[in-house]
């Protein structure tokens, strides 16, 4: 029987495991040097804030995996042996692969800056880090965030339920500024500060001051004001965890290089997930992406490659969420934080400042490219349809109240956004 | 510099502890509460119609002021910090503690109301001598240990009604639908039914009778003294026994279909009520084990059997072999017992059978024809035990088990180890009639929304039903269960925006390949199969 080994039980890793079971009878074996069970990496948050244990981020029962012969083996992959297709473990064993599926996922980065590996500085992305944060902000009353980004919010957010005094350093004018377009940017920077947190904007990290013991005292910004603090949490982005693979035949760039069909320059290995690094980008998309979604969308593409079915991961239109605090946000299809030039938008905010809708159409042809919802849920099968059909904006305008999924009884705004937009459409017509 | 921390410790920490305010606000309702217990001690109370107004209106003031404190001054949105390191919502030994304090005093209450104060026949003493004024401006008449419980209840779903209002600002759904508890347990469960006690006279009594409670839920609805005082308080009465009968076989299937059982269960219930606000730190107590939902299945659906057979017999004890007292017969009754069960089962399992779990089908087919071979047995022998067994014995110890023990001491006392929902989910006969409905011919379903579900588990952890939601969004497959009580909280803690309950049309309800979006369409159509 053909064995399937599958390095990392994140989203990536499980769904293809979970795919290859429902279309085959192989040899499943996953390793995890980070958990015993599959747990969602982005309920993390919500244990440290007390919403949830541990337990509660398994998406499935323990006994699903013995049930669906899945076998998890907790050990760290210290090499890979593509000649003889073997693996070698850290507890001693070593496993025999027919077929290898790399789905290691992310490290947090640091960018050489002096201090990052003192005491008390730390990123956020594992099991580990949690534990570690967890042991690390114990006597914390000041702690500093560096990176506006999703973790950066995230770790904020979690920080403050334990009545920390948060400082947040983003290099950007606003926040999340390299993806979102000035106006949503500034309405997560008013909701952060809502939320007490000293938001610096365009304000970037020199040092880490450390103490005697080696434990963070302060950080030093690059217009030179040192802020004290007893914690620095580094958010600016995760590469890669292709460490174990350096001295292999397996090509690797930033992530883990393989064609649209998810393989490895070796025969019988594939990389998925935030590890996999596309030798072309695919459409707009980033070579490596590192969300929930395309690690589990590339994970459904490589079952079907491994169950005889070679499949090309050609994702749909773009799409992604998430939460700052209290405001949900959703996107489809592309927003650019800078317009290209032959984009124009249409921009709605609700008068309290935490709801707002953005759609960005072509100037030329008026066909509807991607918007943002923030502080609004809309339904992802529609806005996916019109992205799919290529849909004209005054279409989208139009349809605008039939893809609401705010919850019942919610006030509804697509009356004043419609009225508006098409005014505005007209006005950037005349 | 934003400078939140109030309190002098130096170092950050899980947000377990009490703040100033809800210590303080805690205290004031212990006062409250204080007060009623120097009253069960027999402690005399002077003005008793002050003391109590004082100890309800403390209460009160102590619940809403922690809700201030704990929810005005932030921003509106989930309020979850901390649910899992604080000891009462966590199973810790103030949970215990609770569980303890609750249980002990349903078991009083149900089995031992003498030590309330409950004086049969003379002057109460106690709890319930302190809540005779109020009681006798009401209905005229002394409390008894029912009307404490009542009155304590209603002010239990009125001020945690609105702490939860509160607390969920944000939901419009939240906010009416707790209007809509708070509204039904003031009025249809405490006020008009002791306004109602106030028409009666020598000659023409009605029974106690909360409308919004539905058979079986009140299992009692049909016994004999309630029958006799329903038809001897002429039209009024008969109305009220006919909307009692209408609200089994037609109120409660035409809500049911249009939105669900949460019509009931979480808009005007009174054990969803107090379940739904007072309940509701415990809501993540549930068990949502594969495990628990099938002992779920097994039990409650016992105790529809149980109810049918039950009510079935006592119906049957008091009526007569011709309609000389009553107009129905014993055998026409039988007859339409068997009738309506056959409707109902043929309709199930040959129709709807696709929609039944393989245990509910076996489970369907196996209490169906006990029933049937029961009522067969006794129209063809002629005994006049129905069913071979006492009449008197099965509604006693229905009372007993499901009515006290289940329902109250269970029910309510332990939510602070099983969650707000174990009598609805594992016990309530009307939950699993309106669910059977709900699962087989609503509209109602919690649909999710493409590709954005991120397997959190928000929405299974605080589901109170103890529904795994995660196991359908993770799937794209919308949610269609019979536990389902609507309560909406699922939807609200989704960071993703991934749920949405709604009354939709029967096509595509129940996916049968369902698929979550993101890949090419061609992947998509093989992830279908």
């Not at chain 1, 935490?354 to 099968?381: I, P, Q, T, W």
């Not at chain 2, 702490?163 to 003031?186: A, D, P």
């Not at chain 2, 949502?288 to 004890?317: C, D, G, L, P, Q």
Request: aromatic residues 12%.
């Amino acid at each position: 029987m053909e064995h399937v080994i599958i390095i990392g039980n994140g989203i990536a890793g499980v769904t293809a495991a979970r795919h290859i079971r429902k279309l085959s009878d192989k040899q499943i074996t996953i390793i995890s040097k980070e958990s015993d069970h599959f747990f969602s990496r982005t309920a993390l948050m919500y244990i440290y804030m007390g919403h949830m244990k541990y337990e509660h981020t398994k998406p499935y029962e323990d006994h699903f995996w013995a049930k669906n012969r899945l076998e998890l083996l907790r050990d760290t992959v210290l090499s890979v042996n593509t000649d003889t297709r073997e693996l070698q473990l850290e507890k001693g064993t070593v496993l025999t692969y027919d077929q290898l599926i790399l789905a290691t996922g992310s490290r947090p980065n640091a960018f050489g800056w002096p201090g990052q590996n003192a005491k008390g500085v730390q990123g956020l992305y594992s099991l580990q880090d949690l534990e570690l944060l967890e042991e690390n902000t114990k006597h914390t009353r000041h702690a500093v965030i560096v990176g506006g980004g999703l973790i950066g919010i995230e770790l904020a957010e979690m920080l403050r339920t334990r009545h920390m005094d948060v400082t947040m350093l983003v290099r950007e004018k606003d926040f999340w500024g390299g993806v979102l377009p000035p106006k949503e940017a500034q309405l997560v920077g008013r909701h952060i500060r809502e939320h007490h947190i000293d938001l610096r904007l365009e304000t970037e990290l020199e040092e880490i001051l450390t103490d005697e013991h080696n434990q963070v005292k302060a950080v030093k910004t690059k217009s030179g004001e040192d802020i004290s603090c007893g914690f620095v949490g580094l958010t600016v982005g995760v590469h890669p965890n292709i460490g174990f693979l350096q001295n292999s035949p397996i090509e690797t760039d930033r992530g883990i290089l393989v064609n649209r069909a998810l393989e490895t320059n070796v025969p019988g290995v594939y990389a998925i997930g935030d590890c996999a690094q596309q030798r072309e980008a695919i459409g707009e998309r980033k070579p490596v992406e590192q969300v929930w979604y395309t690690g589990r969308m590339m994970g459904e593409t490589v079952a079907q490659t491994i169950c005889g079915n070679r499949m090309e991961y050609a994702p749909g239109p773009w799409f992604n969420s998430a939460k700052f605090f209290d405001i949900e946000y959703q996107t489809y299809g592309w927003v650019w934080a800078k317009p290209k030039e032959n984009e124009a938008s249409l921009y709605w905010e609700h008068e309290d400042g935490k709801k707002c809708l953005r759609l960005v159409y072509d100037k030329d042809s008026m066909r509807f490219l991607g918007l943002n919802a923030f502080g609004l849920r809309l339904r992802h099968e529609l806005c996916d349809a019109w992205l799919k059909k290529e849909a004209s904006i005054d279409h989208v305008i139009e349809a605008l109240p039939s893809a609401n999924f705010d919850p019942e009884f919610y006030q509804k705004h697509e009356q004043d956004i419609m009225r508006q937009f098409s005014k505005n459409l007209k006005t950037a017509a005349a | 510099m934003s400078e939140v921390k109030k309190n002098m410790a130096l170092t950050g920490e899980p947000p377990a502890a009490l703040s100033a305010g809800q210590k303080g606000a805690t205290a004031l309702g212990m006062l409250g509460l204080g007060v009623l217990l120097l009253a069960v001690f027999n402690v005399h109370f002077p003005n008793k119609g002050l003391w109590l107004s004082l100890s309800l209106c403390t209460m009160v003031a102590g619940i809403i002021w922690f809700a201030q404190v704990t929810y005005a001054g932030k921003p509106s949105g989930i309020k979850n910090d901390g649910v899992w390191f604080k000891s009462i919502s966590s199973r810790g030994l103030w949970a215990w503690f609770f569980a303890l304090f609750i249980t002990g005093f349903y078991v009083v209450l149900y089995f031992f109301p003498q030590y309330l104060g409950l004086v049969k026949d003379g002057e109460n003493t106690g709890i319930i001598a302190l809540f005779d004024p109020l009681s006798k401006a009401l209905s005229g008449n002394p409390a008894s240990q029912w009307f404490v419980y009542g009155t304590l209840y209603t002010i239990a779903i009125f001020a945690f009604g609105i702490k939860f209002i509160w607390k969920y600002r944000h939901n419009r759904y939240e906010v009416i639908r707790t209007v809509s508890v708070m509204f039904f347990q003031t009025a249809f469960a405490f006020i008009i039914p002791e306004l109602m006690a106030r028409l009666n006279s020598e000659s023409w009594s009605l029974p106690y009778y909360d409308l919004k409670n539905i058979w079986p839920l009140n299992y009692y609805n049909f016994e004999q003294y309630r029958i006799d005082s329903f038809i001897s308080a002429g039209t009024v009465g008969t109305a009220l026994l006919i909307f009692g009968i209408l609200s089994i076989f037609v109120i409660t299937p035409v809500l049911t279909y249009k939105y669900g059982k949460r019509w009931y269960c979480s808009w005007v219930c009174g054990c969803g009520g107090l379940a739904e606000t007072a309940g509701d730190p415990f809501r993540q107590l549930s068990d949502k084990s594969v495990r628990a939902w099938k002992i779920e299945r097994w039990m409650v659906h016992s105790v529809v059997v149980f109810v049918t057979i039950m009510t079935t017999a006592v119906v049957h004890s008091y009526l007569g072999e011709d309609s000389g007292k009553y107009w129905l017969t014993r055998s026409t009754f039988l007859v339409g017992v068997a009738a309506v069960l056959t409707l109902v089962f043929v309709w199930a399992v040959v129709f709807k059978r696709d929609k039944l779990q393989k245990d509910a089908r076996y489970g369907a087919i196996g209490f169906f024809v006990v029933i049937m071979t029961l009522i067969g047995i006794h129209l063809f022998s002629g005994t006049q035990q129905v069913f071979l067994l006492e009449a008197e014995k099965l509604r006693s110890s229905y009372g007993f088990l499901i009515g006290a023990v289940f329902s109250g001491v269970i029910g309510v006392g332990f939510y602070p180890l099983m969650g707000s929902r174990v009598w609805c989910r594992f016990g309530c006969p009307m939950a699993a009639i309106l669910g059977f409905q709900q699962k087989l011919f609503s509209k109602f379903k919690i649909s999710t929304n493409g590709g954005q579900c991120i397997s959190c588990g928000n929405c299974s952890t605080y589901c109170e039903m103890g529904i795994d939601v995660r196991a359908y969004a993770q799937k794209g497959q919308n949610i269609v269960r019979s536990s389902c009580v609507g309560c909406g909280i699922c939807s609200a803690v989704c960071p993703r925006g991934v749920l949405k309950l709604e009354n939709d049309s029967h096509k595509g309800r129940v996916d049968e390949s369902p698929v979550l979006l993101g890949n090419a369409d061609n992947l998509l159509d093989l992830l279908k199969k």
